[in-house]
């Protein structure tokens, strides 16, 4: 079904596949049982926060993921160095998904300044996954 509907997201999780070990993921959140944390959910790599309610439901308390919805929106959105930075390092992140959904949650200017602290490793049609140093 993804490859037919979505083919460049259908490409973007096969070079994810490819990707050495398991390295955080950044990618946009939102509510459950919606298109959000499908790049985690499908690649299998860890990410920064997934469905919120989810976390809830599983954690019990939003004590252990608190702050983390405000943050990912901040990586998205801040042309800060140092506090991009400090955020790629607190959550290990080594890669950024930049798509359709991160654009229209963050805005079309989302992650242009996690662009500028690595390289593009994957780009096809609306998908880049930049890969940044920690």
Do not use: M
């Amino acid at each position: 079904f993804l490859k037919s509907s979505r083919p460049d997201e259908y490409e973007a999780l096969g070079w994810l596949e490819t990707v050495p070990g398991a390295p955080v993921i950044l990618e946009a959140t939102g509510p459950s049982y919606s298109p959000y944390g499908q790049v985690s959910g499908r690649s299998g790599l860890p990410t920064v926060l997934g469905w919120v309610g989810h976390e809830l439901q599983w954690r019990g308390s939003s004590q252990p993921f608190a702050g983390r919805e405000e943050d990912v929106a901040t990586l998205y959105r801040s042309s800060d160095p140092q506090e991009l930075g400090g955020l790629i390092k607190k959550y290990r992140v080594e890669y950024v998904y930049l798509g359709p959904l991160e654009k229209a949650k963050y805005g079309p200017q989302a992650g242009q300044g996690l662009a500028a602290l690595g390289t593009a490793a994957f780009q096809k049609g609306q998908i880049t996954i930049y890969k940044v140093k920690l």
